[in-house]
């Protein structure tokens, strides 16, 4: 198997809700509790699995919000593996998940520093490195019932803009996506083969263009309501006089 996330950036609304439901999963989770700093401060922080970064693309009158989540994307040749200095970073041969052996992390920050897509986070605490698991955890929980072992960023997603399986099988609703939708891997030029892909936005019909003569016309009718408006209130002044 190659288990991965495909993102859909053209139905994410940047609603946080996947940040959110990570971290309120994972604090509890194997890689538990992720530490708040002066949460309640002027310079709040913490770790956090999973972030969204806006984007504005385009010009006026057809530019677009392009929310992008961003997490580990497990790839299938990870630095944050190959520059671990104590095995505590390994990709598992399973199920192609990238963990974090927090007994073997010595939070030298290596693997941070590697990785292009800022998903290691140093859980100054704790002095370990922590990272999204997939939540291993919780998709392979026979406790709970078939449809719900999936992460918990998936579960959550109000819009639907999040999916998780399979990479190696073909027929697998992710790879069906990526293959009907031209999905494509983040930042592939770095040579690390993500396994999360991302399906593009799609086209928007261009917006209007208001024509000269339109606007022309449109000036046209405001200056005969400006006519009219003041015309009454001179009438009114007559009146009263």
């Known amino acids: 198997m190659k288990l991965g996330l495909v993102i859909d950036l053209d139905t994410c609304v940047g609603c946080h809700a996947c940040a959110v ?9 194997t890689t538990g509790p992720l530490t708040d700093y002066d949460p309640y401060g002027e310079n709040p922080s913490g ?5 969204i970064r806006s984007f504005e693309v385009d010009e006026y009158p057809n530019n677009k919000t392009v929310n ?9 040749d990870a630095a944050c593996v190959t520059v671990c200095p104590t095995g505590a970073s390994y990709k598992r041969e399973e199920d192609g998940i990238v963990l974090v052996d927090q007994s073997k992390c010595m939070g030298c920050n290596l ?3 590697a990785c292009p897509y800022g998903a290691r986070e140093l859980d100054e ?4 490195m922590k990272k999204c698991t997939l939540c291993v955890d919780r998709i392979y929980d ?27 099988d073909p027929n697998s609703e992710v790879s069906t996506m990526v293959r009907e939708r031209s999905g494509y891997s983040m930042m592939p030029e770095v040579g690390y083969n ?13 917006a209007p263009t208001v024509e000269k003569k339109e ?3 449109g000036q046209s009718l405001i200056g005969k309501w400006m006519k009219r408006q003041k015309d009454a209130f001179n009438d009114f002044g007559k009146g009263a006089r």
């Open 215 to 217: 606007a022309a016309s």
């Open 111 to 113: 693997c941070a520093w």
């Open 47 to 51: 770790v956090w699995f999973n972030r």
């Open 68 to 76: 992008t989540p961003m997490s580990c994307m497990h790839c299938d």
């Open 21 to 29: 439901a990570c971290k309120q999963w994972n604090t509890s989770g």
């Open 125 to 128: 605490d704790a002095g370990v």
């Open 142 to 168: 026979e406790a709970l019932p078939k449809e719900e072992r999936q992460p918990a960023c998936v579960m959550t997603c109000p819009t639907n803009a999040r999916f998780f399986g399979d990479f190696d």
């Open 194 to 206: 993500p396994v999360n892909k991302y399906l593009p936005p799609r086209q928007r019909p261009k």
